[in-house]
């Protein structure tokens, strides 16, 4: 492991990291919220909502509907949302660290 | 092998009235899982073949591996088992068996990837760069992996019954323990990615098919559901040509079975209640019900949630991938593959609830975990004996695959565990190659031993809720441990030591403490979750306060021993999070010549 100096290195500067890890993490904190709404939510409709989540839709009642059917691709949506996004963002951070580099 | 099934059919005398399709299907996967991992362990000699092998190993082959190993028993036969038995609330079981990997995307998987250490004891000791961490994390991965292992016998022992009727439950955990160790200790099935991943489709193919047949003959998901009236119907609205069969007292009334908060969730205050002298009692209690099963719902989510993101076995797979994005396409497509897998097996318990009640009155291996097998023979009776019978045998052969990939896995690194950390870095430091090779051997021997011992042990006790178990504790010990390693710098050995023992013990005693009473009955501890129906459930599901209180361990006692961060903070963290076009890609991984990973 070379350890090179933080001053003249882009790279291994204290910038760059807290910029790569702030932006991946915000990003990853984005999708986990979608996620977690949706975990925290359900449970609390049932419980204050259960006459309307018990209605029939195509013979499931709406809340076994969701979650042993929808609840599924949600989250698929969810994991490809984040792939596209994160792939995207590490590839500008790789090039952006390069030119820096460059210069 | 077959002469040694023939052994069992002929020294038992009960054994009659075996299905020869059943038997046959159920043969051939055992013999063609040996045969793969022998014939592809022979192909790749040394850790470094595997290794090697195993960085060209494509998304769709890793995703499929990946899946294969996690489709487990509970997933195979628990799931379904203990939908018919529990209704809606079971349900939140495969769901979050399944979108638990999305924190494990999210969070974890990259940059585990990115950082070149493939086990969690490798992860900590090169992220803390203390050998000590290292034995710590050890001991995680055995409790976690016999608390796993425990369930997939119970799953061996109810198939094995079932395809030999008469043959004791703990004869079948014997013989299935008996016969994985022995193929993983001569070498065969370590973890090799082409038997992984030929064991994902040989399962979707077994829980799909009959299903689609069964529901042909038998009547929809839908109707059979529809069959099952709500609090809000008078009657239940059947679509006309749904059969059903009455059910017994045992099983739970259509309105509980149907709707959140159902037995599952509300067992603890219902035990309460019933014990309850006073009516005043009672209806403190009554009010008290709808809140402790929500309190049991969030409780049980957290723990499928976060314990995904810490299982030793699965995290092992990712290093196979060439880098972090590849890593994280795998993961998604992981969720994908087991995402449509997980919506069949709840179909099993529904419809099994229609046409195969008297499931609920009976016991241990006998009871509704075997519902994926009994299903397809109802068809004998309408005449289809042939498919009845064949379907039944493939839904065998997919039980086989399941417990059989997931206790290889764990067997594979369980052993590893103990023969390379415990024994080649602590008893034995200077061992040869030969040595360590011999180590694993009698490490998987113990292993395989002790797992048998265990499972023989739990026949009353639910596979699916067994598995709920070992998440929990995976939940309270190694996702803190690994979410905040990942992404917080201030983080210290002492404190991720300290979050991680006092999380993962506390969360594993507790559990055991419930365990203790359930299989057997200890008549005080009983008494005692009899008498505070909170804290059985806080026991039984701890992962509500065992995860938040592992995490702010690990701020409070790092931020006490902030002097302790490693020196080279910022370059680690940079391998972690850098993208790999940066090349600053660390590897880990030293090879150990002749044990094919650990």
């Known amino acids: 492991m070379k350890e090179s100096n933080p001053n003249t290195d882009p790279i291994h500067s204290d910038a760059f990291l807290a910029r790569l890890m702030s932006g991946q993490l915000k990003l990853s904190i984005a999708c986990a919220f979608c996620f977690i709404v949706a975990l925290v939510a359900l449970p609390l409709l049932n419980y204050f909502q259960p006459a309307f989540m018990a209605q029939r839709v195509y013979g499931f009642t709406l809340t076994w509907l ?38 | ?58 998304v769709g082959w890793n995703a499929s591996a990946i899946s294969g190993e996690y489709l ?69 991965v055995l409790f976690i992996g016999f608390f796993y292992t425990m369930p997939q016998m119970k799953g061996a022992g109810t198939t094995l019954a079932y395809i030999f009727p008469g043959l004791h439950y703990s004869v079948g955990v014997i013989v299935v323990g008996a016969v994985i160790t022995l193929n993983v200790s001569l070498g065969g099935m370590k973890g090799i990615t082409l038997v992984q991943a030929f064991q994902y489709w040989l399962k979707v193919f077994a829980i799909t098919v009959p299903i689609f047949v069964i529901a042909a003959i038998v009547g929809h998901y839908q109707s059979h559901l529809e069959a099952n009236k709500t609090a809000q119907e008078t009657v239940a609205a059947a679509p006309a040509g749904i059969e059903r069969k009455a059910l017994p007292a045992k099983a739970p009334k259509d309105e509980q079975w149907i709707a959140p908060f159902g037995s599952l969730t509300t067992k603890a205050v219902d035990n309460a209640i019933k014990a309850a002298k006073t009516p005043e009692e009672k209806a403190a209690l009554e009010a008290n019900k709808k809140p402790y099963s929500l309190l049991y719902t969030y409780s049980l989510i957290i723990a499928l949630v976060c314990g995904t993101a810490g299982l030793p076995h699965i995290l092992v797979r990712f290093y196979t991938n060439p880098d972090g994005v590849a890593a994280k396409r795998t993961t998604m497509w992981v969720m994908i593959l087991i995402g449509v897998f997980y919506v069949f097996p709840p179909i099993y318990g529904v419809i099994g609830r229609s046409l195969t009640p008297e499931l609920y009155d009976a016991v241990g291996s006998k009871g509704t975990d ?75 021997v113990i292993i395989g031993v002790v797992s048998v011992g265990l499972g023989t042990q739990v026949e009353k006790l639910n596979i699916n809720y067994l598995v709920g178990q070992a998440f929990a504790i995976a939940a309270a010990s190694y996702f803190p441990l690994l979410f905040m390693s990942v992404w917080w710098r201030g983080m210290t050995m002492q404190g991720a030591a300290t979050g991680m023992l006092v999380g993962g013990l506390l969360a594993l005693g507790s559990i055991f403490l419930t365990t203790l009473s359930d299989v ?19 026991c039984e599901q701890p992962a509500i306060w065992a995860v938040p209180l592992s995490i702010t361990l690990m701020i409070v006692v790092s931020k006490a021993t902030a002097a302790t961060i490693p020196a080279d903070v910022r370059m680690k963290m ?22 094919g990973g650990h």
């Open chain 2, 1 to 58: 092998m077959s002469a040694l099934l023939a052994f069992i059919a002929a020294a038992e005398p009960a054994a009659k009235g075996i299905d020869p399709w059943i038997a046959f299907f159920s043969l051939i996967t055992v013999v063609i899982t040996v045969g793969m991992g022998f014939w592809t362990a022979g192909k790749s000699k040394s850790a470094g073949d595997f290794f090697v092998a195993g960085r060209s190993v494509s």
């Open chain 2, 72 to 140: 487990s028993a509970a997933s195979f036969m628990g799931v379904a088992g203990m939908v018919m038995l529990n209704g809606y609330d079971a349900l939140w079981y495969p769901v979050c068996y399944a979108c638990g990997y999305l924190f494990l995307l999210l969070f974890i998987a990259g940059p585990l990837r990115r950082f070149g250490a493939y086990t969690i004891p490798d992860f900590a000791e090169g992220r803390y760069d203390s050998p000590l961490f290292r034995k710590i994390a050890v001991c995680f």
């Open chain 2, 520 to 538: 057997y009955g200890f008549s005080g501890l009983a008494d005692f979750w009899v008498a505070h129906p909170l804290l059985r459930i806080l």
């Open chain 2, 370 to 444: 075997k519902v994926v097998l009994e299903l397809p023979t109802l068809l004998a009776g309408r005449d289809h004996p042939l498919l009845g019978s064949i379907l039944s045998g493939i839904t065998c052969a997919g039980a086989f695959a399941a417990f059989m990939s997931t206790f290889s896995g764990l067997l594979v690194s369980m052993s590893s565990a103990l023969a390379h950390d415990i024994y080649g870095r602590m008893l034995k430091p200077n061992a040869s190659p030969e040595q360590r090779l011999k180590a694993f051997k009698w490490a998987a």
């Open chain 1, 66 to 103: 969701i979650l042993g059917v929808l609840f599924f691709p949600f989250v698929w949506i969810i994991s490809f949302v984040f792939i596209q996004r994160s792939i995207a963002l590490e590839d500008a951070e790789a090039k952006a660290a390069l030119d820096g580099l460059k210069k």
């Open chain 2, 574 to 595: 940079l391998v972690l999070h850098a993208p790999e076009a940066l090349g600053l890609k660390q590897e880990y991984i030293k090879e150990h010549e002749g044990l």
